[in-house]
Every structure is written in structure tokens, then in C-alpha cells.
């Protein structure tokens, strides 16, 4: 049996490949073949993994001459699976973590009965017998003529459930089913139940009435300890030095509650975990860079000049060309007339359900919202007077626009996605500084200058960043890659395996011109041909085979070692090569045969049945 | 004096020769030297067969090498990678090699997200990774890449990353990129996606120089293009950069060319060292000394 088993995989497995090549309704089965293959290949890897460990702690023990490269060996093999396997230093994979949520553990089953949704209707069944989508299946069922879905649903399980059946009557009942189903208008946007993961998840802290108010909804012990648990972690403190403050630091007012700051010790302090938003809000504290022109212009290029030499004419052209090129409020204003523009809204299902009962016939799937909203006269002063004044803030410039006029939540979102995107004071003296620099010599006086906003804005970046890693709770410690940059395995690959690998490899150099200096010889016309060769590939290769026969001439560009080389590859190499491989295949055929008969045991190695 | 030269070259210690390689490879590098290229056919085969392309059509870059061959290939992966983002196709990543997974994320990291920020993951790039099985894995995905491939190398359901969800199996893609270093490469892929369905699958290549002339046999019926170490790196980077390389192209996209330089005078002391040592076999012959 132990001979014959393997033999009949290989046979077995042998013939299915060769069948599945030449008859292609049994093409699966050659897929099912490899696929089986391709697994054992990688349990192949264990084998040889336990493989090496066994040779080399052999030569450990026996310790003979050279025994130490077994150590190193075995211990960098051990070294590297640990590290690998386990993750050992490689944070959560970010796209995969839940920033600004707690999360605790709750079995679909122990959901609240009150906060399942239920509404009459049927669930579609497909001709073809497709499933629900897979979001879904767990959460929507049929319950006595109405359909039922138990937790809230997300907009993503809408859209996988509309797009099951594409009907506007069914798509329109998903419309009602996904606004009935979801949490009390209280909690709405904090609370949800994420079925796949089979966690209820809360975003920023829980207060008490809102603790009370979940709890209110479901008695049983795995809710409540759910709620209970949410409402500890979401209210968790984490504290972290600051090194130094922004000078008019001012927590966001979506912070306030969140974030405290203790001048006199360096601390501060955050409540509960943060979102990306809440973190990149807490860490712009610095002032936008407004045009500088004008007197404003000298006044700054005189504070730098002040500070070392005057400036070279290219570090002039450059120091106006890169000042001329921020924004303009021109710019700002073409920004938010364009948001201010009505919006085309796709209609929802309903909508379109209704008008076709109605009996509409062609339904237009959009239709505009709004008005058309420019910047009135008083407005547009306003965009060029927040753009002079370098003290102005974005948060003033926006109640000043709303009280000018009207004043749309489009152009609101647009603003401060303008705003968003105009460089600090500190980021635009860093970029002065280097275009500077690329044009001539700056003193040290003169680089600290530009550098000091953007020094200031790094370190309270830092910390603002160590402030969202330590109120960040992983909710999968190992989605990480093994390999992510900065990890321990990332750090083995790329300063010791890369180089070593690259090392052993380039080293062939240095052996093959050794050997070519002392065995290549023309001792007989076959070695001679082999050294003729020899030499036309190596200058071919090169611009060298170019530059000594390119005098030849056009009639006779055959006999330039560029165009030789070419021949000899594509003639006397192919012609060769093929004749080898021709010789192989015919040897791989007949022997894959004898094995597949089982005429050929060798592989099996040696031993009775 | 013929003597003398005859007992130094005579009995020269490997170390001389050691020395003179370390001497040919490192000046070059450090004095920048370099020459003009020159394309071939070959070359030029291979950047046609990209040049064809239509925006949005899909590639397969079969990035099967590791760091050991970096050197020579690197050059011709990065020049792929360039060029495939300027002709704005569809890129799919795969190796199937253990640490090609790690050359990979430089191209994407180095490349693509470094120069190309406007593309999106999942829409016109993925990796898919590193599959263990060698020239099985080709044979499965040729018919059928979900029998594989099931999650990119992120992990994400491959049904759940746009670009993928039209791709039944490799005969999908509408080239092949191969850039191997060794076992299995650019031959596995031929032997196994190309010659079975020649209607469906293209490829073309870029190998290193021990590979090249193993695979001339299959040129040009089942590879139309190919790249042979850095010298054909050199000249496909030649064709991309004049195209796409704007007025200043980044010197990351003219590595091939770089290298060229010490690989010239590298071959020239090959040269030299074998007329030596042959002249030093003549005399001993003539001689009548032990060889």
C-alpha cells in the first residue's frame, strides 16, 4: 500500500492532465488536477522547512568543519518565521481598521427582538436560483408574508439587496425597509451592527443617556454587556506628552468634549477613540498661506535677506515665481460659484416607482435640485479681503459669506475643501527654502527662518499622531502585512536578504573573469569557434560592438558585431536550442510514461509494499 | 622584459584580477559613464506589442524575479511598469516566486503610486500576490483564475475589486508581461498560458543574459518580444523614455542606461583577460611547458 497509493495519485493525477490537454470538454478536470497540485506545493514548503531543520541541526550536533554556518543558518531561519509568521512589529492593516469606533462582540441572535424592522412584502426568488446577496442572507428573512430584517441595515446592504432584483417596485420596498431600519433618531450615525463581523460598534463616546437608551431596548446578558462594554471603551482615557503647542491652539468644537489640554504638564488627553477627520482637524492649527504681493512681499524677502546675503537673480525669479504661484481669490470665487450650481440628483426608486404608476412612461432617472447660487458683490469683497488679511480665519470668512448672502451647504463643503487644500505658512516656507536653495546658497540663519513654521507644525503633527494611535483600539491586531515598511521582517528583507542575495549574485563577476583569465583557451578549433563567439556576444552586448565595426560599410552591415550578434542568437543559438529541446520533450514523454505506468518506481525511492 | 611580463601574467594571483573587476565596474558608476543605445528588433518588438494597446485594455505583469537578479532586471520591470501607466491599461501584479511579492510593492510604491497618483487600487491596478506552485499555478489560471486567486494580496474578495470582476482567467488579459530571473519565468509562461492559446494569449518578455538565449527558440510565433538582461533593458528604456520621458525624464527610468556604462568596460576586461590568458597558453606552449 505504500507504494501503490502514490502510484495511483500519480497515475491518476498524470492522466487527468494529459486527457484534460487534448479533449476540452475535460478541461476541468485538469484545473481540478493542478489546483490539488498547487496545494501540495505549498504544504511542500512546510516539508522543506522541517527538512532544513533536521540537515542542519544534524551538522550542529555532529559539529563538523564548518558546522557554524549551520548555526547562523538555523537561527536566521527561525529568526525569519517568527518574525514573519506571527507579524512580530506590523501594525493593523489601516484600511481595514474602524478609526473613531469602539466595537464589542454580539451574536446576530442576541440583536434586540424591538429593533427588528418588519414590513409586508415578499422576498424576490430568482429563476436561476441565486441566493440572497451575501451582506444580507443572515439578516433578511420571510416572516408570515412580511419581509424581516433584523439590525440596522448600512447603505451598502441596500445597495447589494437593490441590485438583486432590478424592478423598481422591489427596489423601492428596499428604500422603505433600509429608512425603517435603522437606529432611534438619537443614536443615528453613532450606533450600528455590523452582522459579518458580529460586533456592535459605536463612534466617539457614549454618553449616559445613550448607554441607557440601548440598554433600554433588550434585557438580555449578552446586549447588556455588549452596551456596558462599548460604554467603557468609547470612554476610555489615553494621555500623551506633548513636547510643544501650537501658539493659539483652539480644540475644534467636535472635539471639545473629546480633547483637554494641560499647558503646565504637556499633556493632553483624549476621551474615546478618534476618527481620521477629528484627527486631521485636531491637527490643522496652523494658518493657511494667503497671497503675499506687494508691500508684504518685500517685507518678507527682507526678513530673509536680513538674515544672510541677499539674494542671487535666480534666487530672485525663483522667490517671485514661487510666491506668484499660490491662490487667487479670482480662483476661490470660480470654486464656489461652481458648487453653488444646481445639482442633478439621481430620483430614488420610489420616486420613479411613483411616476410609474402614474403612469409616466419615459422616467427620467435624475432630476435638479436647487437653484443656481452665485457670490453676490458683497460676497466676492469679502473672498478678496479674507485673501489680504493673513489673520483671517476660514470659520469668520464663512459666517461673514452667509450673512452677505445666500450662501449654499455646497459652497460651505467647497470652501473648505479649498481651504483644506492651500498649504500652510509653514508648508509654503519649506517649499520657498528648497526652490531657494536650488537656485544658490542660503545661510543656516536664513534656512532656520523658513524651516521654524514647518518645524513647529511637524511636531505637533507627531503628536497629534501618537494621540490617535494610543485612542485606537485594533480591532484586527493581525491584518497587518508581514512585509509592511518599518516592520521587523520588512527591515531583515531589504538590509540583510537584499543585499546579501544581490552580493552573492554580482560576485559571479569577479569568479567568471578569474576563470575566462585562466581555463578559456584556444587549445582546438572547437574551443577556438566557442572563443570567437565568445567574443563578438560580450562587445555585442555593448555600444562597444557598435563603435568598432561602424565604419563598415551599408553593403556589408551584416559583419558589424551589433548585427552579428543578433545572427548568432537568432540562428546558431535557436537552431541549437531547439534541437536540445526537441530532445528533451522526446525524453520527458517517454520517461513521464514509464512513470505514469508505474514501469518507473525510482521516485518512490527504495523498500517493499 | 617579455619574461618578466610572461612570469607575472604567468603566475598572477586571482586577487589582481579581483581588483581590475571591482576597478572596471565601480569608475564607471562613479564618474556616470555612459553610451548611446541603439534599439533592436527585438526591443522594439516588445514596445510595440505595448504601444498597441488601447486605454483600459488589460496586462498581466508576471514580476517573477527576486533581488538576487534585481540588477538586471529592475531596470526593464521599472520600464514596464512606466510604460503600462502611460498607456493607461489595466495593470494586474502577480509573481510566483516567494519574494517577488516584495518586488512588486517596489514597483507600485516606487512607480506607480509615487508617479501615477491620479491611478486607483482596484480600478486600474491590484496585486495579486504570490501563489505557491510554480508552473501549476499558470496551468490553473490560465482557465480559471478564481480557482486561485480568490483574494488579492491584501486579502480583498477578488469579487469585490472592480477590475477583477469581469476576468474569468489569464486568456482575459490582452498581454502578458513576463520579467523572470530564474525557475519558473518567462518559459513556464510560454510553455503553459501562450502555446496552448495562441489566439488569446500575447506576451512578451524581459529576462536576464543566461536566460535569453533559452528562450530565442520560442521567438517570435509564441514570443514575439523580447528583452535580454540590461542591455535590452537599456534599449526599451531608450524607446519609452524618448516617447513618454518628457524634456527631463527622471533618472529612475534611464537605470538600464546607467548601467550600461560599467557593463562595457566590464565585457572589454573579459576580452582582455582572454587574449591574455590565451597569449600566456601560446607561450607556454611554444615553450614547452606544462599547460
Known sequence: M???IPLLITAIGGFALIVAFFIPETEGWGEVAAIWFDILASIAFILGGGNLLKIHLKKISDRPAGWGYSVVTVIAFLITLTIGFLKIGSPPATRQEYFGESFAPLRLSAFPDSQVTRRPGQIPVKADGAPLPASVREQLSQENGQIAFRGWMAPTQKRDLSNFQDELEWQCAVETLFAEAQPPESLSGKVRYDAD???????????????????AMESGPEWQQAVGRLFEQSRAKHIVVATSFPENLSIPESLADAVSVDAQDNTITVTGPLSTSQRDALARQFPIAHPVAGERRRELRGEIEKRGSSFTDAQEKTFEKTLDGTWTPQQLRTVLDGAGKAAEQDKTACEMFAEKTAGVRDIEPTKTVGEDTTLNEAQVALLTRFADDPDASPGQLIDDLKAAGTFTGGQVAALNSFIASIPTVGQRNKDLCFALLRAGPLTQDQRDLLFADDRAQHSWRVTVGELFAAAHVPKYEWSGEYREQGSPFWWMFEYAFKPLTATMFAMLAFYVASAAFRAFRAKNVEASLLLGTAFIILLGQTFAGVLLTSWLPESLSGLRINNLTVYIMS?????????????????????????????????LGSGDD | MIDIMYDILKNLDRRWIFLLMFLSVGIPILFQLQFPEKPTGLAKAVFKEIENLDEGDRVLLAWDFEPATEGELGPMATAFALHCCKKKVKMYFLSLLPVGPQMIDETISGIVEKDFPDLVYGQDYVNLGYKSGYEGVIKVIITDLRGLYSTDARG????????????????????????????????????????PYPDKVRIVAGCTGVQSPLLYPYIPEQLPGLLGAIKGAAEYEKLVVKKYGGLEPDPIYQEGIRRMGPQLVAHVLMIVLIVVGNIVYFMQRARGERT
Not at chain 1, 198 to 215: C, H, N, T, V, Y
Not at chain 1, 588 to 594: E, F, Q, V, Y
Not at chain 2, 159 to 172: G, K, L
Not at chain 2, 178 to 185: A, D
Request: charged share 20%; aromatic share 6%; net charge negative.
Open chain 1, 2 to 4: 505504500k507504494r501503490t
Open chain 1, 197 to 215: 463581523h458580529g460586533a456592535l460598534g459605536f463612534a466617539g463616546i457614549m454618553q449616559e443617556s445613550e448607554r441607557d437608551a440601548l440598554l
Open chain 1, 571 to 603: 540562428v546558431f543559438n535557436t537552431a541549437g536550442n531547439r534541437a536540445i529541446m526537441i530532445g528533451i520533450a522526446l525524453g520527458i514523454a517517454s520517461t513521464s510514461l514509464k512513470v505514469l505506468l508505474g514501469v518507473d518506481r525510482s521516485y
Open chain 2, 156 to 195: 480583498t474578495n477578488i469579487d469585490q475589486i472592480p477590475m477583477c470582476q469581469d476576468v474569468e482567467s489569464v486568456q482575459d488579459m490582452d498581454l502578458i508581461l513576463s520579467v523572470s530571473g530564474s525557475y519558473p519565468g518567462t518559459k513556464e509562461w510560454v510553455q503553459y498560458a501562450a502555446t
